[in-house]
């Protein structure tokens, strides 16, 4: 299946002639030495978009084993929620801290076989988890899967935006939900492998780590053969002419974007890490049952991702931004007063679309940053890991000392800081 994408064009560049038709469909074609195989496509790429996408179902789904276990852990241990917001935050912050690092490097020096590399971060994670005697081998099992994270989600995007063809909303969510798709069968099958078993049976997703290095190997080796695909595009405004932002505002503007992942990440991890102690002890529903509901939410995360890059390509970024975070503020505020079958409805509408807003966000960023697609990839995946953290443990903390129902209440008003959407710049690349 890979052999056909990893053979390098015989050309390193994209002829004029190609550049100037703006032609997209799928990746060069094979070559034989001494034989030319004509002009070089620049074309989306499924095949490869395919197999990132399902490395990062792969990659994200080993990880939500780690948040779906917390009631095992919380029950073994005798954690405080406090305690448990702890590990999101290891977790996370190992996740983010070395993003923008990798990212920023990678555009320096691109590191096509460090794909595989962060997989098996993921996997000694996951066999240190199965077999942690104590609530410190748990944090660093915590630290070593998110340490995975980080080293794969720079290069991955990147090797998206290389597939693209230009169809860059859609190429990121194609990507974005493996991860999210991912994230949601985590829980699932954790009900279904693990619950009642002990955490000892969490090695056996160790398995899906082994497959993963084997696809990102293969996904290498075409990134490294096509590297050329990443040609920085001029910024244009909606209208066509060129655009010249000053430094200052592209500052400004990726600072609103920052805060616009606050606001979604911060009160994502309110239902990614507590969920279920909340429908358990509010509604007192089964540990099976709460993670069924939290597989709900994920999958809607995941179709929301999947929708948000295509409508952006159609309707602009800006629209989605802005539509996906403020739009989400009347649902939110109704959560913490709703019943158990409205709780189900809510979180699936939550989770549509608040996930819309990550890949317009993102390929925004790119957009606003040409040439810098590993920066803005390390930059905006590390951010949000960091901020899904620092909320877990803030909240976590809130939550000990309040109530899981009052931290709900709270984070309710967090999607209003959509209103800083107004403040974005109307972008758009040049294909």
Same mark, same amino acid.
């Given at each position: 299946?890979?052999?056909? *994408?990893?053979?390098?064009?015989?050309?390193?560049?994209?002829?004029?002639?190609?550049?100037?038709?703006?032609?997209?469909?799928?990746?060069?074609?094979?070559?034989?030495?001494?034989?030319?195989?004509?002009?070089?496509?620049?074309?989306?790429?499924?095949?490869?978009?395919?197999?990132?996408?399902?490395?990062?179902?792969?990659?994200?789904?080993?990880?939500?084993?780690?948040?779906?276990?917390?009631?095992?852990?919380?029950?073994?241990?005798?954690?405080?929620?406090?305690?448990?917001?702890?590990?999101?935050?290891?977790?996370?912050?190992?996740?983010?801290?070395?993003?923008?690092?990798?990212?920023?490097?990678?555009?320096?020096?691109?590191?096509?076989?460090?794909?595989?590399?962060?997989?098996?971060?993921?996997?000694?994670?996951?066999?240190?988890l199965?077999?942690?005697?104590?609530?410190?081998?748990?944090?660093?099992?915590a630290?070593?899967?998110?340490?995975?994270?980080?080293?794969?989600?720079?290069?991955?995007?990147?090797v998206?935006?290389?597939?693209?063809?230009?169809?860059?909303?859609l190429?990121?969510?194609?990507?974005?939900?493996g991860?999210?798709?991912? #994230?949601?069968?985590?829980?699932?099958l954790?009900?279904?492998?693990?619950?009642?078993?002990?955490q000892?049976?969490?090695?056996?997703? #160790?398995l899906?780590?082994?497959?993963?290095?084997?696809?990102?190997?293969?996904?290498?080796?075409?990134?490294?053969?096509?590297?050329?695909?990443?040609?920085?595009?001029?910024?244009?405004?909606?209208?066509?002419?060129?655009?010249?932002?000053?430094?200052?505002?592209?500052?400004?503007?990726?600072?609103?974007?920052?805060?616009?992942?606050? #606001?979604?990440?911060?009160? !994502?991890?309110?239902?990614?890490?507590?969920?279920?102690?909340? !429908?358990?002890?509010?509604?007192?529903?089964?540990?099976?049952?709460? !993670?069924?509901? !939290?597989?709900?939410?994920?999958?809607?995360?995941?179709?929301?991702?999947?929708?948000?890059?295509?409508?952006?390509?159609?309707?602009?970024?800006?629209?989605?931004?802005?539509?996906?975070?403020?739009?989400?503020?009347?649902?939110?505020?109704? @959560?913490?007063?709703?019943?158990? *079958?409205?709780?189900?409805?809510?979180?699936?509408?939550?989770?549509?679309?608040?996930a819309?807003?990550?890949?317009?966000?993102?390929?925004?960023?790119?957009?606003? @940053?040409?040439?810098?697609?590993?920066?803005?990839?390390? *930059?905006?995946?590390?951010?949000?890991?960091?901020?899904?953290?620092?909320?877990?443990?803030?909240?976590?903390?809130?939550?000990?000392?309040?109530?899981?129902?009052?931290?709900?209440q709270?984070?309710?008003?967090?999607?209003?800081?959509?209103?800083?959407?107004?403040?974005?710049?109307d972008?758009?690349?040049?294909?």
């Amino acid at each position: 299946m890979f052999y056909r *994408l990893v053979q390098p064009p015989m050309n390193n560049a994209m002829p004029d002639a190609a550049a100037a038709a703006g032609s997209v469909a799928s990746s060069p074609v094979a070559t034989t030495p001494g034989i030319s195989a004509g002009p070089v496509n620049d074309r989306t790429a499924f095949r490869v978009l395919g197999a990132v996408s399902v490395s990062h179902m792969l990659n994200d789904m080993m990880q939500s084993v780690l948040l779906a276990i917390y009631p095992m852990l919380h029950a073994r241990f005798a954690l405080t929620i406090g305690q448990v917001g702890l590990i999101t935050m290891t977790y996370q912050f190992a996740a983010s801290l070395l993003q923008p690092c990798v990212g920023f490097i990678a555009d320096k020096r691109p590191m096509p076989y460090s794909l595989p590399v962060g997989m098996g971060f993921t996997l000694v994670g996951l066999l240190l988890l199965s077999g942690a005697p104590s609530y410190g081998f748990v944090l660093a099992a915590a630290a070593l899967i998110g340490t995975g994270s980080s080293v794969f989600h720079p290069e991955s995007s990147r090797v998206a935006r290389m597939a693209s063809g230009g169809r860059y909303g859609l190429a990121q969510s194609v990507f974005q939900v493996g991860g999210n798709g991912g #994230s949601a069968l985590g829980p699932l099958l954790v009900a279904l492998i693990i619950t009642g078993h002990g955490q000892g049976r969490a090695a056996w997703f #160790s398995l899906a780590a082994l497959v993963g290095m084997v696809l990102l190997s293969f996904v290498g080796r075409w990134y490294a053969a096509n590297r050329w695909r990443l040609k920085p595009k001029a910024r244009k405004m909606g209208s066509g002419e060129d655009v010249t932002l000053s430094r200052g505002r592209i500052q400004a503007t990726l600072a609103v974007l920052l805060l616009l992942i606050f #606001s979604k990440y911060f009160y !994502l991890a309110s239902l990614n890490s507590y969920l279920t102690f909340y !429908l358990m002890g509010k509604f007192h529903i089964s540990e099976h049952l709460a !993670l069924m509901f !939290l597989f709900l939410f994920l999958a809607a995360v995941a179709a929301g991702t999947l929708v948000g890059g295509p409508v952006g390509d159609r309707i602009g970024r800006k629209r989605v931004i802005w539509g996906s975070i403020l739009g989400v503020a009347p649902f939110t505020l109704l @959560l913490p007063h709703a019943s158990l *079958l409205w709780t189900g409805v809510l979180i699936a509408i939550i989770g549509v679309m608040l996930a819309s807003a990550f890949p317009a966000i993102l390929v925004y960023a790119q957009e606003l @940053l040409p040439g810098k697609v590993g920066t803005v990839a390390g *930059l905006f995946f590390g951010f949000a890991f960091g901020m899904g953290g620092l909320g877990a443990a803030a909240l976590g903390h809130l939550a000990d000392l309040t109530s899981l129902n009052f931290v709900y209440q709270v984070c309710a008003f967090l999607p209003l800081l959509g209103l800083c959407a107004a403040f974005l710049p109307d972008i758009r690349s040049v294909k």
